[in-house]
């Protein structure tokens, strides 16, 4: 299946009622990589968010190129590759060769994003930009025509579980209420079933989700239920 070449084919791919639950697969059991995918997608998942972490930039290692090559051959879902590197430069090319539709960079890193986005666009994929909570989301204010993906971090990155940040909340109301923003609003940490209609009303339309989704004993039943709780937020919007 082609994957998205802009916010708007992101949307429609993986949009649902103007939401979607984002699996992270980092949450997953990697014993059983193949059948965790196929039963997250069963379970209703039409994107798949993949953490890369370099243990520079965040204190923690995670997947590489393989694993997205292995991920790739078991799905058809668009890939969401978020890159914690301290050099992301370096990898996007090959991410994206390895079966990535969206490779999201982190602006801390990045003195001037846009020659980087501009790159992963060239690609062929659609280019991400994050922000980490302590960055204030008006360094985006230069940039933010250029990202079709603005994803918000509600921890810091590195390790699943923590409790949410709610300045994301105040990130993502900006984002959302700025005239010039079309891109796609994610938000990733801490997303569950008490967090994650506060932050859809905020704006978001795709809401990372690992242990909330990977640590229930019914994928389809956890899926459901969230994606039932940001619809809702996003009505009361």
């Known amino acids: 299946m082609p994957g998205p070449t802009n916010a708007a084919e992101l949307r429609r791919l993986t949009l649902r009622n103007g939401v979607a639950v984002a699996p992270s697969v980092l949450a997953c059991d990697f014993g059983h990589l193949a059948d965790e ?15 890369i972490m370099d243990g520079h930039f965040v204190p923690n290692l995670s997947i590489g190129v393989p694993v997205v090559q292995a991920i790739r051959r078991l799905t058809d879902l668009p890939l969401d ?3 914690m590197l301290d050099n992301p430069a370096d990898y996007v090319e090959p991410f994206r060769k390895a079966g990535a539709d969206n490779l999201t960079v982190h602006a801390e890193v990045l003195p001037d994003p846009r020659p980087l986005l501009d790159r992963i666009r060239s690609l062929g994929a659609t280019a991400g930009l994050s922000i980490n909570p302590p960055t204030p989301v008006e360094v985006l204010e230069p940039v933010i025509e250029a990202a079709d993906l603005v994803l918000i971090m509600s921890v810091m990155p590195g390790f699943g579980g923590q409790a949410f940040d709610p300045v994301a909340l105040d990130k993502l109301r900006w984002l959302s ?40 004993e019914d994928y389809a039943e956890r899926m459901a239920e969230l994606a039932r709780l940001a619809e809702a937020g996003a009505d009361g919007a």
């Not at 379970?43 to 798949?48: E, I, K, M, N, R």
């Not at 079309?182 to 990733?188: G, N, P, Q, R, T």
């Not at 008490?194 to 704006?203: D, F, L, P």
């Open 177 to 216: 209420d700025h005239p010039r923003c079309e891109a796609v609003l994610e938000v990733d940490g801490g997303v569950n079933e008490e967090t994650i209609a506060a932050c859809a009303k905020a704006g978001a339309e795709l809401l990372v989700a690992g242990t909330a989704v990977f640590g229930a």
């Open 81 to 83: 590759v978020h890159l």
């Open 37 to 51: 995918i196929a039963a997250i997608e069963a379970a209703g998942a039409t994107v798949l968010h993949l953490d």
